[in-house]
């Protein structure tokens, strides 16, 4: 027979495990792009995660749908890339929902842009430069440097949000650095290959990874950041004198590949379209996921060296 004292026990730790579990599972997340959802998802798996956008969306442009704007009221902590990546429809969000807790300067907005540092800031810009971010290039997500940042911060947050879960939050987030560092060492031993690779890429969607890996872009698809592909500009990016080295045409999956597609078919060059950010399909449910892809892509389509 159980006694007493024991049984007492065992009944309060099972109310602490209940309560620890509502703490977490109670916590309401809106992630304004799947990276940063997936992050969360690996520190906090209980939490209740709202997403905005998809691989398939240009996150600069959404619209804020009432189910967004009800999700962004409940939420405790909103998760965004910030350097005005989401200026077209986030203030907007967040003013509609009213919610106390989230808003500009608050803890329970957590901007990934703001921990780490940026490339391409400018001290002015204008309308005749395209759609250019003062605070520098907020397509950060797939750089080996900046995501380990971003989640450090990111982690601290949801214990500050979520203080009984601190302990598992940072022994989560240790366990996620080191598997991190691991396949970094598989990605620097592929920039070794990779060095003096050029490409011709749409936007600087996948610049910080393409930098790192020591990949240059001849050319984008682009006249300016934001603006369309131009017939003219095709043109032009086509009698780039570098244009025949290049290996591939990168494109996101969320943008419109048939500027590509027409380059490739008049250059010969192949186009390769690639998601930008976690899919939740089999194989791309991670950021390491999808900076795999993106590696054995470039390392597929590298020219053979010469050998003397």
């Known amino acids: 027979m159980t006694s007493k ?12 495990a209940i309560a620890s579990t509502q703490v977490s ?8 792009e799947p990276e940063w959802a997936s992050l969360v998802a690996v520190l906090l798996p209980d939490a209740k995660i709202t997403t905005a956008t998809t691989a398939w969306q240009d996150p600069h442009y959404i619209e804020a749908r009432p189910s967004l704007i009800s999700a962004m009221r409940n939420a405790d902590l909103a998760v965004c890339t910030g350097a005005s990546l989401e200026a077209g429809w986030l203030p907007s969000l967040i003013s509609r929902a009213a919610n106390r807790h ?10 990934a842009a703001d921990h780490t540092p940026l490339h391409q800031s400018h001290e002015h810009v204008d309308r005749s430069m395209g759609d250019v971010h003062p605070e520098g290039d907020p397509h950060l997500q797939l750089s080996p440097d900046a995501v380990p940042r971003i989640t450090q911060a990111l982690a601290t947050r949801l214990s500050a949000l979520a203080p009984d879960q601190s302990g598992i939050i940072q022994q989560r987030y240790l366990r996620w650095r080191g598997e991190w560092n691991l396949q970094r060492q598989t990605w620097r031993a592929a920039a070794e290959q990779l060095e003096g690779m050029i490409v ?7 610049d910080y990874l393409l ?11 682009e006249p300016k950041p934001g603006l369309p592909p131009s017939s003219r500009h095709l ?14 045409i990168l494109v996101a999956s969320y943008q419109d590949d048939r500027p590509a ?15 930008a950010t976690v899919t939740g399909k089999p194989g791309q449910q991670s950021l390491q996921n999808i900076i795999g892809l993106l590696v054995d892509a470039l390392l597929t389509h590298q020219a053979p060296r010469n050998v003397d």
């Open 235 to 248: 043109r032009d990016v086509l009698a780039t004198p570098l244009l025949s080295d290049a290996a591939l």
């Open 200 to 206: 011709v890429t749409q936007h600087s969607t996948f």
């Open 102 to 111: 989230i808003k500009p300067g608050s803890d329970g907005l957590f901007f």
């Open 211 to 221: 930098r790192w890996l020591n990949v240059a872009v001849v050319a984008d698809l």
């Open 25 to 32: 599972a109670s916590l309401n997340v809106f992630a304004c």
């Open 261 to 275: 597609t027409w380059l490739a078919n008049q250059s010969g060059v192949p186009k390769v379209v690639m998601p």
């Open 5 to 16: 004292p024991r049984a007492l026990a065992l009944a309060f730790g099972w109310l602490l």
